[in-house]
């Protein structure tokens, strides 16, 4: 971290400042002296270092990051890619590829078990499905909650396939003791609270990308939950709002690649929720693996038209197969598996 001094500071009130830095565990301060201005240089573990304390100060000019906020999971302090593994043998981040499939929303027994089924025959690894909604109107369906989750649990017992649904609030954490994965939605990226709490259970976490938030963000709300104690955070790009109104919302692709630099987190795209349309989902999957994506998110019904949500995005079991079919040629050539 640079802070650059206003011109003529006092030595005095230069040294008091330098006192108070050094209280940061872990940090020294390295001064260099212009004729005018004096440069301090902060070295050392400065993410726990607030930059609005020190623009607090009146003799401070200008404070510049040099090291990124965040430090668990930051790729310099852990080269080596996380691979995460579930409970039945599978894992995320290395030389397999996953793929989580399944509804928008959980409908009834027969819907999820239906879909499951499905999706298993063509090749996903995990099933999706949400039971605590999010959605933009109190009239539009909530979910099942509760029941969403005993059903998705059936589906699990019926098909073999680990489970990843929606938490959006901490009371709500006890529901999801048996679910493999708790997804994050965009909505809550930044709940800090619920962040914090899931950052003390022993089981992944799939963080969805706030609705206009930036990567930096995004690795700090990361950085919440592996603070916490649980490492085991898997990052998902499922677009984010822009100018263009076409598709649902516009779909980083390069997010994958920055994020394989910056961080050692395992990497999933959704191109159901970006794009929001069910043509776009071939497409941008394929652009996804070749990103270097280690998974996918797919939204698939078996009745999209009767869908209780994201039907036009969700695509028909048959569809999810022909898709399945052809990413299979784009994983091979990143050397990865199903
Ligand atoms: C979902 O996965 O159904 C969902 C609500 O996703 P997002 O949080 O990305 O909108
Ligand atoms: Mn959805």
Redesign the pocket.
């Known amino acids: 971290m640079v802070i650059v001094l206003k011109p003529h500071t006092a030595r005095e009130a230069r040294d008091q400042f330098i006192k108070e830095l050094e209280c940061y565990n872990g940090v020294s301060a390295h001064i260099t002296e212009g004729s005018m201005v004096t440069i301090i240089g902060l070295v050392g573990d400065t993410s726990k270092v607030d930059q609005d304390f020190i623009l607090a100060h009146d003799i401070v000019e200008r404070v510049t990051r040099v090291q990124e906020p965040y430090k668990m999971a930051n790729r310099k302090f852990h080269p080596k890619d996380t691979v995460i593994a579930l409970k039945n043998g599978l894992t995320i981040g290395g030389d397999q590829l996953v793929v989580m499939a399944g509804?928008?929303?959980v409908e009834s027994k027969d819907q999820i078990i239906e879909v499951a089924q499905k999706v298993k025959a063509s090749g996903a690894n995990i099933l999706r499905g949400?039971a605590f909604?999010p959605r933009t109107s109190p009239y539009s369906f909530q979910g099942l909650r509760a029941e969403g989750i005993e059903l998705l649990l059936e589906a699990k017992a019926a098909t073999g396939l680990p489970i990843v649904s929606e938490v959006m609030s901490v009371a709500q954490i006890p529901f999801f003791k048996d679910v493999d994965i708790i997804q994050v939605g965009a909505r809550n990226m930044q709940n800090f609270e619920l962040l914090k709490e899931l950052g003390h259970l022993d089981k992944p976490i799939l963080l969805k990308r706030g609705l206009s938030s930036t990567i930096e963000e995004w690795l700090m709300s990361a950085e919440y939950i592996m603070s916490g104690g649980n490492e085991q955070v898997i990052l998902c790009e499922r677009g984010i709002r822009t100018y263009e109104t076409f598709t649902r919302n516009t779909l980083d692709l390069s997010a994958v690649p920055v994020l394989k630099h910056l961080t050692h987190l395992p990497v999933v795209v959704d191109p159901?929720?970006a794009t929001g349309i069910t043509w776009l989902v071939e497409p941008l999957a394929k652009a996804a693996i070749a990103a270097g994506a280690d998974g996918l998110m797919i939204?698939v019904h078996n009745d999209p038209a009767r869908a209780l949500?994201?039907g036009a995005?969700?695509v028909k079991p048959e569809m999810f197969d022909g898709i399945m079919t052809s990413l299979k040629r784009y994983a091979d050539m990143e050397g990865k598996h199903f």
């Open positions: 509804p928008c929303s949400g909604k159901s929720h939204e949500s994201d995005q969700s």
